[in-house]
């Protein structure tokens, strides 16, 4: 819950009180879980009464990087920040990573203490004498590049003599010597080196041990793998969870030795991932990160990832969406290593739903939808809560049987309805649905909740890790809670933040809202964000595959990335695969007087920028005639210094053919309306155009060019996040789909097929539709050809 008002104001006096600037404060308290955390460390250091700013800062980083799994510890790390014995952010540093390591097992106080450097005094005097060496190392690269010099090298390079040195003081030092050997900071320090002088020295480079560069940064290993941030599986030993209960206990979820052994026997000590979509619609741009995650990890391992379908709801799943899903995998270049549902282990979760029942973990409830919902909110336990084993076990009985009706009972577990932890309110497990199951059949009248099978079948199916967004985090205590009351092995589990794309929606619920009520056209509409409907507009999957290992598989909750980085990526991969062709949307009809009528050239295009003249797979034949056709935006009456395109009097060139000057302009009776163009052309190509246009002439006399229907896609929404606006239906863009009926195009495109896509010239990528006949091609727009992103730095 949000805080507010007078509990809002007490927490903002409480961290000012430990010296953080308002600012801060106030940006901490708008984030619910940083303001949990940081208020539980500071009645932990027993710091209410307020400290000096540079131990707030320190309970700061205590709150927001403490390794979940040494919550144990915290207390005592508070001790040694409390009384000074650590006082930087690297002797901090040094701390998470021991604790870390440590996890919820005891440890030696020395070992601590040395791994953080507790005691570790360094003098004023050596850190002077290390940071004169280091000037006098550098003393020539400081000289040359002045105060342009990165001084962070500089700091390295004492940190890794005295990692626990008082870095302000480190600062002073490192200050005071650029300025004993530089003097005052001049004009020309402060001025970006000419870009221009370093590309015309560029091709003076020369193999030369003696000249210093400056070479790029290297990657992290986190850049050049992006699953090396996880565990092994055989480290999946150590506390996953604490769950704190309202009566003050802790649970510390962990596998036992024994039964993580019996899992690594059954791995083989490999990786064991799921991706698990539920079959309730068409998958989007979002599963194509969750698909990156979970068979990407496995692979990069060694390992194997199923494709489980999450089919706990038989009232909103489809035949469809299953053919469908199981597609998308492949055509997103992955490989399941076995196709199962979660309805294949209905028997094993009532089994295990029953043994619940008997350990005192779970009850049969008859409260309807809106009571549990006022007793969760008043946190108050059901009436039921406290019935007998047995007399759950019974009507659980009579669930499963069909003798009780649909909403009068639920089976819920018994977890703790005090918690400050919503997803412990005594989750529901199974609900009562009359419906065939899609996959299961009529077998059952009871169906698991996603909250109880989830974590079960992830168990039963051996997963090392279990991967999901960060809507999910605050089900992480409930997932264990349920593991350790049944004794089941207990995977990894770790989360990650979704994928949001700007100008679109992601929700399954408005995605289907849209497609039923026809606001798109199917979800396979080139303009959403479906797996489908980016297939159909042209785009690869080894673009949505660059485009999300690019994002990388971060924590952050707040990042909304703005599609010009997804189009930034199509883009580089259409540029590589995608042949040129000419193709006219707007025709504008231009005869060329001084060519005789019926007398037809075939040109060479071609295909490539990059195309070698020996190549003849690299060009097409366009034929040119007397009569072409330009795009009627190429062509002005007036003209301007500016403008390259057509006017009286003015010569621009044919891509691959002549230049060609407007002598005469036909319009109609009203003196308005442009029909048609008269040109001549130049032969000789002696004369030299500014401007080049994209054209396409007449094959034979008197017969048209190819005609065909393009459709050019925007932006499904005009607001970049209208998922959070009330009337969101409200911002659909009027023109995200425009359709251009009869556009001309050159010959060598009559034989193009559903899927094949090309670069239109001047005009952008694009993509055969599946609505193409024999008698006319349809032509999505992928992606047009500017790149404000690419443009602005990626």
Same mark, same amino acid.
């Given at each position: 819950?949000?805080?507010k008002?007078?509990?809002?104001?007490?927490?903002?006096?409480?961290?000012?009180?430990?010296?953080?600037?308002?600012?801060?404060?106030?940006?901490?308290?708008?984030?619910?879980?940083?303001?949990?955390?940081?208020?539980?460390?500071?009645?932990?250091?027993?710091?209410?009464?307020?400290?000096?700013r540079?131990?707030?800062?320190?309970?700061?980083?205590?709150?927001?990087?403490?390794?979940?799994?040494?919550?144990?510890?915290?207390?005592?790390?508070?001790?040694?920040v409390?009384?000074?014995?650590?006082?930087?952010?690297?002797?901090?540093?040094?701390?998470?990573?021991?604790?870390?390591?440590?996890?919820?097992?005891?440890?030696?106080?020395?070992?601590?203490e040395?791994?953080?450097?507790?005691?570790?005094?360094?003098?004023?005097?050596?850190?002077?004498?290390?940071?004169?060496?280091?000037?006098?190392?550098?003393?020539?690269?400081?000289?040359?590049?002045?105060?342009?010099?990165?001084?962070?090298?500089?700091?390295?390079?004492?940190?890794?003599?005295?990692?626990?040195?008082?870095p302000?003081?480190a600062?002073?030092?490192?200050?005071?010597?650029?300025?004993?050997?530089?003097?005052?900071?001049?004009?020309?320090?402060?001025?970006?080196?000419?870009?221009?002088?370093?590309?015309?020295?560029?091709?003076?480079?020369?193999?030369?041990?003696?000249?210093?560069?400056?070479?790029?940064?290297?990657?992290?290993?986190?850049e050049?793998?992006?699953?090396?941030?996880?565990?092994?599986?055989?480290?999946?030993?150590?506390?996953?969870t604490?769950?704190?209960?309202?009566n003050?206990?802790v649970?510390?979820c962990?596998?036992t030795?024994?039964?993580?052994?019996?899992?690594l026997k059954?791995?083989?000590?490999?990786?064991?991932?799921?991706?698990?979509?539920?079959?309730?619609?068409?998958l989007?741009?979002?599963h194509?990160?969750?698909?990156?995650?979970?068979?990407?990890?496995?692979?990069?391992?060694?390992?194997?990832?199923?494709?489980?379908?999450?089919?706990?709801?038989?009232?909103?799943?489809?035949?469809?969406?299953?053919?469908h899903?199981?597609?998308?995998?492949?055509?997103?270049?992955?490989?399941?290593?076995k196709?199962?549902?979660?309805? +294949?282990?209905?028997?094993? #979760?009532?089994? &295990?739903?029953? %043994?619940?029942? @008997?350990?005192?973990?779970?009850?049969?409830d $008859?409260?309807?939808?809106?009571?549990?919902?006022?007793?969760?909110?008043?946190?108050?336990?059901?009436?039921?809560r406290?019935?007998p084993?047995?007399?759950?076990?019974?009507?659980?009985?009579?669930?499963?049987?069909?003798?009780?009706?649909e909403?009068?009972a639920?089976?819920?577990?018994?977890?703790?309805?005090?918690?400050d932890?919503?997803?412990?309110y005594?989750?529901?497990?199974?609900?009562?649905?009359?419906?065939?199951?899609?996959?299961?059949?009529?077998?059952?009248?009871?169906?698991?909740?996603?909250?109880?099978?989830h974590?079960?079948?992830?168990?039963?199916? +051996?997963?090392?890790?279990? #991967?999901?967004? &960060?809507?999910f %985090?605050?089900? @992480?205590?409930?997932?264990?809670?349920?593991? $350790?009351?049944?004794?089941?092995?207990?995977?990894?589990?770790?989360?990650?933040?979704?994928l949001?794309v700007?100008?679109?929606?992601?929700?399954?619920?408005?995605?289907?809202?849209?497609?039923t009520?026809?606001?798109?056209?199917?979800?396979?509409?080139?303009r959403?964000?479906?797996l489908?409907?980016?297939?159909?507009?042209?785009?690869?999957?080894?673009?949505?595959?660059?485009?999300?290992?690019?994002?990388?598989?971060?924590?952050?909750?707040?990042?909304?990335?703005?599609?010009d980085?997804?189009?930034?990526?199509?883009?580089?991969?259409?540029n590589?695969?995608?042949?040129?062709?000419l193709?006219? #949307?707007?025709? &504008?009809?231009?005869?060329?007087?001084?060519?005789?009528?019926?007398?037809?050239?075939?040109?060479?295009?071609?295909k490539?920028?990059?195309a070698?003249?020996?190549?003849?797979?690299?060009?097409?034949?366009?034929?040119?005639?007397?009569?072409?056709?330009?795009?009627?935006s190429?062509?002005r009456?007036?003209?301007?210094?500016?403008?390259?395109g057509?006017?009286?009097?003015?010569?621009?060139?044919?891509?691959?053919?002549?230049?060609?000057?407007?002598?005469?302009?036909?319009?109609?009776?009203?003196?308005?309306?442009?029909l048609?163009?008269?040109a001549?052309?130049?032969?000789?190509?002696k004369?030299?155009?500014?401007?080049?246009?994209?054209?396409?002439a007449?094959?034979?006399?008197?017969s048209?060019? &190819?005609?065909?229907?393009?459709?050019?896609?925007?932006?499904?929404?005009?607001?970049?996040?209208?998922?959070?606006l009330?009337?969101?239906?409200?911002?659909?863009?009027?023109?995200s789909?425009?359709?251009?009926?009869?556009?001309?195009?050159?010959?060598?495109?009559?034989?193009?097929?559903?899927?094949?896509?090309f670069?239109?010239e001047?005009?952008?990528?694009?993509?055969?539709?599946?609505?193409?006949?024999?008698?006319?091609?349809?032509?999505?727009?992928?992606?047009?050809?500017?790149?404000?992103?690419?443009?602005?730095?990626?």
């Amino acid at each position: 819950m949000v805080v507010k008002g007078e509990e809002s104001d007490k927490i903002l006096e409480l961290f000012l009180k430990i010296g953080l600037d308002e600012r801060t404060a106030r940006n901490t308290i708008a984030n619910n879980k940083v303001t949990a955390n940081l208020t539980a460390v500071i009645h932990e250091a027993a710091l209410t009464e307020g400290c000096d700013r540079t131990i707030g800062n320190l309970l700061y980083t205590v709150a927001t990087k403490y390794p979940g799994n040494a919550l144990k510890h915290r207390p005592k790390l508070l001790e040694y920040v409390v009384s000074s014995k650590i006082k930087t952010p690297a002797q901090l540093e040094a701390s998470f990573s021991f604790l870390s390591n440590v996890a919820s097992e005891d440890f030696k106080q020395e070992e601590f203490e040395a791994a953080c450097g507790v005691g570790v005094e360094v003098s004023v005097e050596e850190l002077t004498q290390t940071v004169n060496e280091i000037f006098e190392e550098s003393k020539a690269v400081i000289l040359e590049r002045r105060y342009r010099m990165n001084v962070g090298e500089l700091f390295g390079s004492i940190r890794k003599k005295h990692p626990w040195a008082d870095p302000k003081i480190a600062k002073q030092l490192v200050d005071a010597k650029m300025y004993e050997l530089l003097g005052e900071r001049t004009a020309a320090d402060d001025e970006k080196p000419s870009k221009k002088k370093e590309k015309k020295e560029k091709p003076a480079k020369v193999e030369s041990k003696a000249v210093v560069v400056d070479t790029p940064a290297q990657p992290s290993e986190e850049e050049l793998n992006p699953f090396s941030i996880f565990p092994a599986p055989e480290d999946n030993i150590k506390v996953h969870t604490e769950v704190f209960f309202s009566n003050g206990s802790v649970l510390r979820c962990c596998n036992t030795r024994e039964r993580l052994d019996n899992h690594l026997k059954f791995t083989g000590g490999r990786v064991f991932t799921r991706f698990p979509p539920e079959p309730n619609g068409y998958l989007h741009i979002g599963h194509a990160k969750a698909m990156f995650v979970d068979f990407g990890l496995a692979k990069e391992r060694g390992g194997c990832c199923y494709l489980r379908y999450d089919d706990t709801n038989p009232e909103a799943e489809k035949k469809e969406y299953i053919t469908h899903i199981e597609e998308i995998v492949q055509w997103m270049g992955w490989e399941p290593f076995k196709i199962t549902y979660t309805s +294949n282990y209905f028997q094993d #979760l009532y089994e &295990l739903a029953v %043994e619940l029942i @008997r350990r005192g973990h779970a009850y049969v409830d $008859h409260q309807t939808p809106e009571e549990i919902k006022e007793y969760r909110e008043k946190k108050m336990n059901s009436p039921w809560r406290d019935r007998p084993i047995a007399e759950s076990l019974k009507l659980f009985d009579d669930m499963k049987r069909g003798l009780i009706e649909e909403g009068k009972a639920t089976l819920r577990m018994k977890q703790d309805m005090q918690s400050d932890n919503f997803n412990m309110y005594d989750l529901i497990a199974y609900r009562i649905k009359f419906t065939p199951h899609p996959h299961a059949g009529d077998k059952w009248c009871i169906y698991p909740s996603y909250d109880y099978a989830h974590c079960i079948v992830d168990s039963l199916e +051996n997963i090392t890790h279990s #991967l999901c967004t &960060l809507e999910f %985090e605050t089900r @992480r205590a409930s997932y264990y809670w349920l593991l $350790h009351v049944l004794d089941l092995y207990q995977p990894y589990v770790w989360e990650y933040s979704r994928l949001n794309v700007t100008n679109t929606v992601m929700s399954k619920r408005k995605l289907n809202y849209i497609v039923t009520n026809k606001y798109v056209d199917g979800w396979d509409d080139p303009r959403l964000m479906t797996l489908a409907g980016l297939r159909r507009r042209g785009v690869t999957s080894t673009a949505i595959n660059s485009f999300v290992r690019g994002i990388g598989i971060t924590r952050s909750d707040c990042s909304m990335i703005r599609v010009d980085r997804l189009e930034y990526h199509i883009r580089e991969e259409l540029n590589k695969t995608a042949p040129r062709v000419l193709v006219v #949307l707007h025709p &504008l009809k231009v005869v060329i007087t001084n060519l005789e009528s019926g007398s037809v050239l075939d040109l060479d295009a071609k295909k490539w920028p990059d195309a070698q003249a020996d190549d003849t797979s690299a060009f097409y034949k366009v034929p040119f005639s007397n009569v072409v056709y330009i795009e009627r935006s190429d062509f002005r009456m007036k003209d301007s210094k500016d403008y390259y395109g057509l006017a009286p009097g003015k010569s621009a060139l044919l891509r691959y053919a002549f230049p060609i000057k407007c002598t005469d302009v036909i319009l109609a009776d009203d003196k308005e309306t442009l029909l048609e163009i008269r040109a001549e052309y130049d032969p000789s190509k002696k004369s030299k155009p500014k401007g080049v246009l994209h054209w396409v002439a007449e094959p034979s006399p008197g017969s048209d060019p &190819l005609k065909v229907e393009v459709r050019l896609f925007d932006k499904l929404f005009n607001s970049e996040n209208p998922a959070e606006l009330d009337d969101w239906l409200a911002d659909l863009n009027p023109n995200s789909k425009v359709v251009v009926p009869a556009a001309y195009a050159v010959p060598s495109l009559r034989n193009a097929a559903i899927g094949d896509t090309f670069q239109f010239e001047r005009l952008g990528y694009f993509a055969v539709d599946k609505d193409s006949t024999a008698e006319k091609l349809v032509f999505n727009r992928t992606v047009t050809l500017k790149d404000a992103y690419g443009k602005a730095g990626k």
